[in-house]
């Protein structure tokens, strides 16, 4: 065993901002001194050892010291929580509050209080530096908490190393538990064509971590689901011209037709171009490591970019290499680690959480399975599959969903029934509605661009069979409808609810329009 550095913060009380400092010096100094949080008074064995301390290892460890349980989390990074509040979920908000700002602006450019806005180019480096400046504050919440209100035990800024099913060596000791439970998470997927290793070319990881230059007025985005849109969107929304680069089609997740529609047209009215059955062929070097264009072959033919800047949004492989070696666990053809619904690897004793077991790669798995791995540990039968879950992406806006399209909709059942704003008509994306937060410029003088929405709904049950929206602030109310549609809920239901007007989603008062009806009949 390699012997590093250590510091014992277990019975230091530190403040959010001493933590914060402390944070910061060991990753922006990269110091390989460990800090240990162990509470040597408990001769427990421990329960698990949660290797990684993201979304799942934390969450996971948290329910099982809950229910009585010892754990440990040994986490490489100097802090808890993972990729999300460091280089994943958080600066891709961040990026979208500033498309959704900048597309009002621009929208807006010259009239009432607006600054003129065309021609005008902002920056992304400092948009990138203020993110990297502000996220140590949610690092710093999250080692505190877990230390002082949630009482976990780990060990931080030290990688482990897997010696057996229960043994992991790190910092210089070695430390065993009844099982382990890996949460090695997932990194993004490398481009691989020639010149892909040249300055200039970024993932969502590299972007916040490396950027030291202002991009050129040119953007190529090689991808088209979600982290591809959500940062296409922001860097458009800069003022460069933003090339989507696509090699089927793009944002073929959003499941209704209608609503990727939409959502399609107002991007490219924002002036993002999607290539779709196009394809990155090389990346051309300009005598001095860096980017100087790209190469594309399109349904055209080959065309080449002019630019400096590449971001590449390909998906996600999970880090399980270092598990398989060690210990032989079954990997998938994608690199994830095969479990059963209770988080169990091929392996006795050995679980596996989070993005280390494949799709879908979302933060609410990682948590829960997490949880659902500490409840079999703790001697409870609990079974987990990710699925019949509500979904959202950014663009300039924000699109939710949950359940079933029309399109799946009409397949399955014999009386569809569509609720939905704007209406179908001629002229219906004039209609200034929806309308409501974020949105009431946009329908006051822009009407086309106020959202869209749609509720799908069994007419013979009458139930609830799937909800889409466009906007903003619906994603919050998607998490609890998800649950009431599972739950069997009615239109007649949501007619009976009483709504915060204006609201986001409008399928509480349009439902009560049509609730009075024996037999249902869109609207």
């Known amino acids: 065993m390699t012997t590093t550095k250590s ?19 060991l990753h922006d100094e990269k110091t390989d001194t460990a800090l240990f949080n162990i509470d040597d008074k408990d001769d427990r064995e421990y329960d698990a050892i949660f290797l990684g301390g993201g979304a ?16 440990l989390i040994i986490e490489r990074w100097p802090f808890l929580g993972g990729s999300c509040p460091h280089n994943a979920c958080v600066p891709h908000h961040v990026f979208s509050d500033c498309a959704a700002e900048l597309m009002l602006q621009r929208t807006f450019g010259g009239t009432l209080w607006f600054p003129p806005m065309e021609g005008v180019v902002t920056s992304i480096r400092e948009v990138v530096d203020l993110f990297r400046r502000g996220r140590t504050g949610p690092h710093a919440m999250m080692n505190y908490q877990s230390k002082e209100q949630l009482d976990l035990e780990y060990i931080l800024n030290a ?12 910092a210089g000791r070695r430390f065993t538990a009844k099982n382990l439970v890996l949460g090695l998470g997932a990194r993004p997927q490398a481009l691989d064509i020639p010149g892909s290793g ?9 972007l916040v971590e490396t950027l030291d230059y202002e991009p050129s007025d040119t953007v190529v985005v090689i991808g088209g689901s979600k982290t591809a849109v959500e940062y296409g969107a922001f860097f458009s929304a800069t003022g460069r011209r933003t090339i989507l680069v696509v ?18 047209d107002r ?23 860096r980017v100087q264009a790209v190469v594309v072959r399109t349904p055209d033919g080959e065309k080449r970019i002019e630019t400096d800047f590449v971001f590449t949004a390909l998906g996600e492989i999970p880090n399980s290499e270092m598990p398989a070696q060690a210990l032989g ?5 994608r690199n994830e680690i095969i479990v059963n619904s209770r988080l169990q690897t091929s392996v006795p004793n050995v679980y596996a ?31 987990y599959e990710p699925k019949d879950f509500p979904d959202f992406l950014h663009t300039h806006y924000e699109v939710s969903w949950l359940g079933l399209s029309e399109a799946e909709a009409r397949v399955r059942h014999r009386n569809v029934v569509i609720i939905k704003m704007p209406p179908d008509n001629p002229n219906g994306l004039n209609a200034a509605l929806p309308a409501s937060d974020r949105t009431m410029l946009y329908a006051m003088a822009k009407p086309h661009m106020s959202g869209y929405q749609k509720l799908v709904i069994d007419g013979d049950s009458r139930r609830v069979l799937g909800a889409h929206h466009v906007g903003y602030g619906a994603k919050d109310a998607f998490q609890y409808l998800n649950v009431l549609v599972k739950q069997g809920l009615t239109v007649d239901d949501l007619g009976e609810m009483d709504e915060l007007f204006l609201n986001p989603t409008h399928f509480i008062q349009l439902s009560r329009l049509r609730s009075g009806r024996k037999h249902l009949v869109d609207l």
């Open 56 to 71: 799942g290892g934390r969450f996971g460890s948290a329910y099982l010291r809950a229910m009585g349980g010892r754990q």
């Open 267 to 289: 991007m490219k009215e924002q002036g993002v171009e999607i290539w779709e059955g196009s394809e990155a062929l090389r990346i051309e070097d300009d005598g001095e490591g």
């Open 353 to 383: 959480i989070g993005d280390l077991i494949g799709a879908p790669m979302e933060m609410f798995k990682a948590r829960k399975s997490g949880m659902y791995a500490a409840r079999n540990i703790m001697g409870f039968e609990a079974h």
């Open 198 to 206: 040249l300055k200039g070319v970024y993932s969502n990881v590299s």
């Open 329 to 333: 666990v079954e990997v998938g053809p």
């Open 247 to 264: 090699r089927s089609e793009c944002l073929k997740l959003i499941p209704d037709a209608e609503i990727r529609g939409y959502v399609l």
């Open 7 to 25: 510091m014992n913060v277990r019975g230091e009380k530190l403040a959010l901002e001493e933590w914060g400092n402390l944070i910061e010096s």
């Open 159 to 170: 990688p482990g190393r897997i010696v057996d099913p229960h043994t992991v060596d790190v």
